[in-house]
């Protein structure tokens, strides 16, 4: 004999002293309370992934880059960037002498950037000049210089 009695929610035996619990009883529990129970938790809607906790948990990060003076330096992650924000340490964002311009700052989406700094998948791209190019040399990634690093998920 089944349950005299089940529970409101899940309709789960509720077993009197003078009820005879039979195994298909415990079956038919287990299937309710897994069905119940991994519905919820599989369900997207209302959990998030693990990409959207990281995102809301800490949605940006900030670091260090240090310049090698190649042409690029290349600064890897373990998700896609939507937004980067560079600035070299101890310096103005861009400084002009004489004639020649040196962009020490810059700023990049996935749509575009600024010159001297891209965003390619996961990476993230310093630029170094060795000649100006129409009077601009790009200062993001000056040997032995240190970079403030600001990246958005």
């Not at 906790?53 to 900030?62: D, L, M, R």
């Not at 310049?67 to 400084?95: C, M, Q, R, W, Y």
């Not at 600024?114 to 170094?128: Q, T, W």
Request: proline share 3%; charged share 15%; glycine share 8%.
């Amino acid at each position: 004999m089944s349950s005299t009695n089940r529970t409101t929610n899940l309709g789960l035996n509720q077993w009197l002293e003078t009820d005879r619990p039979k195994r298909t009883d415990f079956v038919s529990d287990n299937v309710i309370i897994d069905n119940v129970l991994g519905g919820h938790v599989n369900d997207t809607a209302r959990h998030l992934t693990a990409d959207e906790k990281a995102y809301i948990s800490q949605p940006f990060i900030t670091m260090i880059a240090y310049g090698t003076g190649n042409e690029n330096t290349v600064v890897h992650l373990d998700f896609a960037p939507s937004l980067v924000i560079a600035s070299k340490i101890g310096a103005p964002p861009v400084k002009v002498s004489g004639s020649v311009v040196y962009v020490n700052s810059g700023v990049a989406t996935r749509q575009g950037a600024s010159a001297g700094l891209r965003i390619e998948g996961n990476d993230i791209y310093l630029c170094e000049s060795t000649q100006a190019e129409n009077g601009v040399f790009l200062n993001l990634n000056e040997n032995y210089s240190q970079y403030v690093l600001t990246i958005f998920r």
